[in-house]
């Protein structure tokens, strides 16, 4: 089977919400039309995936110290990305008709 790599898109939401770095998550439904992701127990999130325009890279950098002690970044690609997994707040609509953001 072939791997797909997916890109995770949260710039909506963190216009609205501060997500700590080091925050628990938990990503469900990936093989699903709106994938669900939980972060720290407390924000639901609910995606949909939008297909990339064109080819996507995804690069890692790492550092490297020569013999000579200069410092030098390599960059590598990792892989090509198809498809990007934007992100945005969960809403539910109260009694009162109301909508509110989702937060668990």
Same mark, same amino acid.
């Given at each position: 089977?072939?791997?797909?790599?997916?890109?995770?898109?949260?710039?909506?939401?963190?216009?609205?919400?501060?997500?700590?770095?080091?925050?628990?998550?938990?990503?469900?439904?990936?093989?699903?039309?709106?994938?669900?992701?939980?972060?720290?127990?407390?924000?639901?999130?609910?995606?949909?995936y !939008?297909?990339?325009?064109?080819?996507? &890279?995804?690069?890692?950098? /790492?550092?490297?110290v020569? #013999?000579?002690e @200069?410092?030098?970044? !390599?960059?590598?690609?990792?892989?090509? &990305?198809?498809?990007?997994? /934007?992100?945005?707040?969960a #809403?539910?609509? @109260?009694?009162d008709?109301?909508?509110?953001?989702?937060?668990?």
């Amino acid at each position: 089977m072939e791997e797909e790599y997916v890109m995770i898109d949260l710039d909506e939401v963190s216009r609205h919400i501060e997500i700590p770095s080091d925050a628990p998550y938990t990503l469900s439904g990936l093989d699903t039309m709106n994938p669900v992701l939980t972060i720290d127990g407390k924000i639901k999130l609910v995606g949909e995936y !939008i297909e990339t325009i064109g080819t996507c &890279l995804a690069f890692s950098e /790492k550092e490297e110290v020569s #013999a000579s002690e @200069n410092k030098k970044k !390599i960059v590598e690609p990792v892989a090509k &990305l198809h498809k990007i997994l /934007k992100f945005r707040l969960a #809403a539910l609509e @109260n009694d009162d008709g109301e909508i509110k953001t989702n937060t668990l």
